[in-house]
């Protein structure tokens, strides 16, 4: 069986991405020819990707011998989404830098991404204090996108298993509604919902997303009122053995 890797992301998707992510791993060659990575801050700016890192860090003395680098931008919750970027790094360090200004501008510029104007001025005289900075700049070549949200055959899977794993019962009373609306319980798995979650808007159950999405891909209905899930799709029941059958056509395709 053969396995695809999900759709890319659009380029608007990944111009978008990173402009707003967080932290990027940053990925060196070492000398024995093992892969250092690190999480970093960062700023991307007319595509390019502005790292400050102390000079004498592992990542530093990689890049000055072999200027190549990976750098990879993903999100931890599903569904999951990454950039992969292959480039080369220009690591410029600081005495030549503050000669044109750039240092000082750059530096407070990457920690305005994560903190107040003030607090990143009184930051980057701390760090400053601390130790000699160099800036990595990040000249991407090749980019490789994934986007799980976009993969029918990842949804399918999913909702596959959380079909076989859990049926939806004949009659849910309402003393069970009002017991998993109160814990905040995906009424399909019973896990308590942390974070990303679906509320029917009509009896205001709760799904979590893995649910909600299966349910949306499947029968598309709210167990307890029957409301859709998904408005622009179809509602009907889910029957495993037909599910079943098509998975193994598909498969063998
Ligand atoms: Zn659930
Ligand atoms: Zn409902």
Same mark, same amino acid.
């Given at each position: 069986?053969?396995?695809?890797?999900?759709?890319?992301?659009?380029?608007?998707?990944?111009?978008?991405?990173?402009?707003?992510?967080?932290?990027?791993?940053?990925?060196?060659?070492?000398?024995?020819?093992?892969?250092?990575?690190?999480?970093?801050?960062?700023?991307?700016?007319?595509?390019?990707?502005?790292?400050?890192?102390?000079?004498?860090?592992?990542?530093?003395?990689?890049?000055?011998?072999?200027?190549?680098?990976?750098?990879?931008?993903?999100?931890?919750?599903?569904?999951?989404?990454?950039?992969?970027?292959?480039?080369? /790094?220009?690591?410029?360090?600081?005495?030549?830098?503050?000669?044109?200004?750039?240092?000082?501008?750059?530096?407070?510029?990457?920690?305005?991404?994560?903190?107040?104007?003030?607090?990143?001025?009184?930051? @980057? /005289?701390?760090?400053?204090?601390?130790?000699?900075?160099?800036?990595?700049?990040?000249?991407?070549?090749?980019?490789?996108?994934?986007? @799980? /949200?976009?993969?029918?055959?990842?949804?399918?899977?999913?909702?596959?298993?959380?079909?076989?794993?859990?049926?939806?019962?004949?009659?849910?009373?309402?003393?069970?509604?009002? @017991?998993?609306?109160?814990?905040?319980?995906?009424?399909?798995?019973?896990?308590?919902?942390?974070?990303?979650?679906?509320?029917?808007?009509?009896?205001?159950? @709760?799904?979590?997303?893995?649910?909600?999405?299966?349910?949306?891909?499947?029968?598309?209905?709210?167990?307890?009122?029957?409301?859709?899930?998904?408005?622009?799709?179809?509602?009907?029941?889910?029957?495993?053995?037909?599910?079943?059958?098509?998975?193994?056509?598909?498969?063998?395709?």
């Amino acid at each position: 069986m053969s396995y695809t890797q999900s759709p890319p992301l659009t380029k608007k998707e990944i111009e978008d991405f990173c402009s707003s992510a967080k932290v990027i791993r940053i990925c060196t060659h070492n000398e024995d020819g093992t892969i250092h990575a690190v999480p970093v801050w960062f700023n991307y700016k007319n595509g390019h990707f502005i790292i400050k890192t102390p000079e004498k860090t592992l990542k530093v003395r990689n890049l000055m011998r072999d200027n190549r680098l990976t750098l990879l931008l993903d999100k931890e919750i599903p569904p999951g989404k990454g950039v992969i970027i292959y480039g080369t /790094a220009e690591v410029e360090f600081e005495e030549e830098e503050i000669k044109e200004g750039t240092t000082y501008k750059e530096g407070l510029e990457l920690l305005e991404k994560y903190m107040s104007k003030e607090e990143a001025e009184k930051t @980057f /005289a701390g760090f400053r204090a601390l130790t000699d900075w160099v800036t990595i700049t990040v000249i991407p070549e090749r980019v490789v996108s994934y986007d @799980f /949200a976009k993969d029918d055959k990842h949804w399918n899977a999913v909702a596959y298993t959380q079909f076989v794993l859990y049926t939806r019962p004949d009659r849910i009373t309402d003393e069970e509604v009002i @017991f998993h609306i109160e814990k905040k319980i995906c009424l399909v798995c019973k896990k308590e919902i942390l974070k990303f979650t679906y509320v029917c808007p009509e009896c205001e159950i @709760f799904y979590c997303m893995n649910c909600s999405q299966a349910l949306a891909n499947l029968e598309n209905v709210c167990w307890v009122c029957n409301t859709p899930i998904d408005e622009s799709k179809s509602s009907k029941p889910f029957e495993i053995e037909k599910y079943e059958k098509k998975m193994k056509k598909s498969k063998k395709s």
